[in-house]
């Protein structure tokens, strides 16, 4: 499963980016994170968080109590520039197929460490069967602006909701396109009913 060639995400850089997000964030917005122990502070963990916002990165680095390897979404790759993102242990989706981003991730998931895919960018799919790595849906609310390019307004109030880990069942071949369908199910279902529950717990269903 090791893969060379794979370019290993800057750990530092996700601790430190988790450190200035914190301090800017909270001076900013209204942050009130919900559930945070459930992303565990150690072991490989793949976070999936369906915001496209272009704040959807710094919100899960201020947030969630441990540094955090986070996939970009389409409004961070417009917004920011790919120096800023590397220095902030954040993986680049550069092409289509996502296959170097996918490369990264996997590596930092082998390497024990925690991937949260922002956006609908890269299925995570992939990551889930090809690495055994538990679930833990994040659901973020307020966390955009007008369109996903925009942040919210200042002062907004922020709900960051952290849910159980789920072991995803992997019926098959990891690599097969059925195996990876039956995850993709798994998955969507699992962000569906915890948005549901979020939006509940927030008053905003």
């Known amino acids: 499963m090791n893969d060379p060639e794979a370019q290993l995400p800057s750990w530092s850089g996700a601790a430190h980016a988790r450190n200035i997000a914190s301090a800017a964030l909270r001076v900013t917005y209204r942050l009130h994170p919900h559930g945070m122990h459930h992303a565990g502070a150690a072991g490989p963990a793949v976070l999936v968080c369906r915001s496209e916002g272009v704040l959807a990165g710094a919100v899960i680095h201020a947030t969630v109590t441990r540094p955090v390897h986070v996939m970009a979404n389409a409004a961070m790759m417009a917004a920011l520039k790919q120096g800023m993102m ?6 680049p989706v550069a092409d289509a197929a996502a296959i170097s981003a996918q490369r990264s991730a996997r590596a930092a ?3 024990e460490r925690a991937v949260a895919l922002t956006g609908s960018l890269v299925d995570p799919a992939y990551l889930l069967a090809v690495t055994g790595a538990p679930l833990v ?6 966390a955009e602006g007008r369109v996903t390019t925009d942040p919210p307004r200042p002062r907004s109030r922020i709900d960051v909701y952290c849910f ?13 396109a059925a195996t990876r369908a039956a995850v993709e199910e798994q998955v969507r279902q699992a962000m569906a009913d915890v948005e549901h529950v979020a939006a509940l717990r927030s008053g905003r269903a």
């Open 137 to 142: 849906p994040l659901v973020l609310l307020g």
């Open 86 to 91: 590397a220095k902030a242990g954040v993986i």
């Open 164 to 176: 159980e880990p789920i072991t995803i069942s992997v019926p098959g071949d990891p690599l097969r």
């Open 109 to 111: 998931l082998l390497d």
